[in-house]
């Protein structure tokens, strides 16, 4: 095997593999956005195992003709789908440092390094999107493996916070808004929730949870019997990036003891910019917010952050001894966490952040918002109805005059003729065709691309797929 680990030093595979990350980012936008030849890439992966070893830079290359035939590149600049940006390459390479080796900040003992590297994250993207730093030596949160963990994690507190209250796991009740994340809805089912748990709550006419009608069904839920548990907001909607009202759900939480917890993965990294603020409130009204850098701080895949206005919360939820385990001084991060060992995936955003600054990110914000501006405003214009429920990069839109199969056709071609890829979401029982501008190097040219294919459908009168 130590000939095997040797080949990979002694071969040009690295230099293979850096022309590959550098072809794949500097040809980006020429490369088609969706590509799903998987029939092809069939013929080259076997069904069975392998029987005898194969050479490293032979698996390489193999690798390589296997992902040409089935990718969603959302490296593209005109990727406009889900929330998926291009991740700055700096935060591949901290994967890369991470990984060499193994690394874990889960345990001290495990990383040092890696654990207090984690924990100066944790405390950087509270201070990006100005979350308060609560007291004491723990860190304000916890890294996890993305905003569904994360949301997890969060509702998980918000849970044994209602038991403590004097709740239990049949009378507790959730209060959640129609467009809340799917994560929200699973977290709760793993957490033990069933329907008469979970209350829904219709959105107004802004696209964000109805304060009134939450505010009334907490009253009519406690004379029924029910315990109300947690109230979850959104921040940044994953069809529109509707903000949800936190300041006045914090107040109707704080009148009745309820948990609140904000799902921020989506929109989170913009709520520190005073215009957000001051338009939309401040995250620290959470008791729990979740964060995801693979979203708008463009790291790579595999990172989330929770985080706790008062950490102790975690501690009390996770904290558990071993007759394996000696406990010392120093931070044990896992004993904040459901997860023990695990990757060490702070390391892309930390250097993310060294590069970048604040400054940086603000820039990138400021420009992403901008052109969704302007295609909104150009979408107006050729007449399309448009739909953003905040500042935030998202919009949906649709033509008035023509049905969803229509629309859906649009979205296709956009795809084939590598414009744009989109997605559609149902709004009030209608489709729309959804826009998210996630992408640091999406330029007006793109969005011009995309504004001049939308007239020409207009003009066109059918589409047939």
Known sequence: MRDGEMEIFESDIFDRIMKYFYKAYNNAGDRSIF??????????????????????????????????????NFLSPRYYGYITPRPLPITIIGDWISLIGNQTPGAWRGGPIATVIENTVIQWIAQFVKYEMANGSSPQGIITSGGSMSNLTGLHLARNNAVERGGTLANIRYYICETAHLSIYRSLSLLGAFEDNICVIPIDCNQRMNTLILRKQIKEDILKGFFPAAVIATYGTTSVGAIDDISTIKEISMEHGLWFHIDAASGGAYAGIDFY????????????????????????????????????????????????????????????????????????????????????????FDKLSSLADTLMNEFEKIGCLVLRGSKLPILAYKIPKYDDSFHKCMIEEAITLNIAYMTHVNIGGNL????????????????????EFTKKCIESGSYTC
Not at 42 to 67: D, L, Y
Not at 438 to 444: A, D, F, L, Q
């Open 35 to 72: 590509r799903n030849d998987i029939s092809e890439a069939k013929k080259i992966i076997s069904e069975e195992i392998p029987e005898f070893p194969t050479g490293i830079a032979e698996i390489v290359e193999n690798v390589f003709s296997i992902i040409e035939h089935g990718e969603c």
């Open 277 to 364: 603020i001051k338009e939309y409130g401040s995250l620290n009204v959470g008791n729990s917010v979740a964060i995801d850098p693979s979203k708008w701080l463009f790291s790579s895949f595999g990172v989330g952050c929770l985080l706790v206005y008062d950490p102790a919360e975690l501690k009390k939820a996770y904290s558990i001894s071993s007759d394996y385990w000696e406990n010392e001084s120093e931070a044990d991060n896992f004993q904040m966490s459901f997860i023990c060992t695990r990757a060490w995936r702070s390391l892309g955003v930390y250097m993310a952040f060294c590069q970048l600054g604040v400054s940086g990110y603000y820039a990138i």
């Open 432 to 451: 729309y065709i959804r826009v998210a501008l996630s992408n640091y190097e999406t330029n007006e040219e793109d969005i011009i691309k995309l504004i």
